[in-house]
């Protein structure tokens, strides 16, 4: 039995430019995944999320083999509180 895990998520590399937020977007809600994707000033693309344990883990390979337009070189997770989000966004 899987339980519910939140992440909060930057990555860096070519992710801005590139449809990198719709892919997340994208691949979070085929993971039945929660939460939000924005970019951030320095290039780089943060990601709060939360489900079950499986299902993100599914997510970071998709983020690590990005859509194809985008190169991730660096992904820096860490646990967090479940923010008890409803749906995934991308926020501006």
């Not at 039995?1 to 590399?13: D, N, T």
């Not at 997510?59 to 479940?82: C, M, W």
């Amino acid at each position: 039995m899987s339980s519910k895990v939140a992440k909060h998520i930057i990555v860096s590399g070519r992710v801005q430019g590139v449809g990198f937020r719709y892919f997340v977007n994208q691949k979070a809600k085929e993971c039945q995944l929660t939460g939000w994707v924005k970019n951030l000033p320095n290039g780089n693309v943060e990601i709060e999320l939360e489900g079950d344990e499986k299902d993100l883990a599914c997510f970071v390979d998709y983020l690590k083999a990005g859509n194809g337009y985008s190169r991730t070189d660096q992904l820096h997770q860490s646990e967090i509180e479940p923010g008890n989000y409803t749906n995934f966004s991308i926020r501006y």
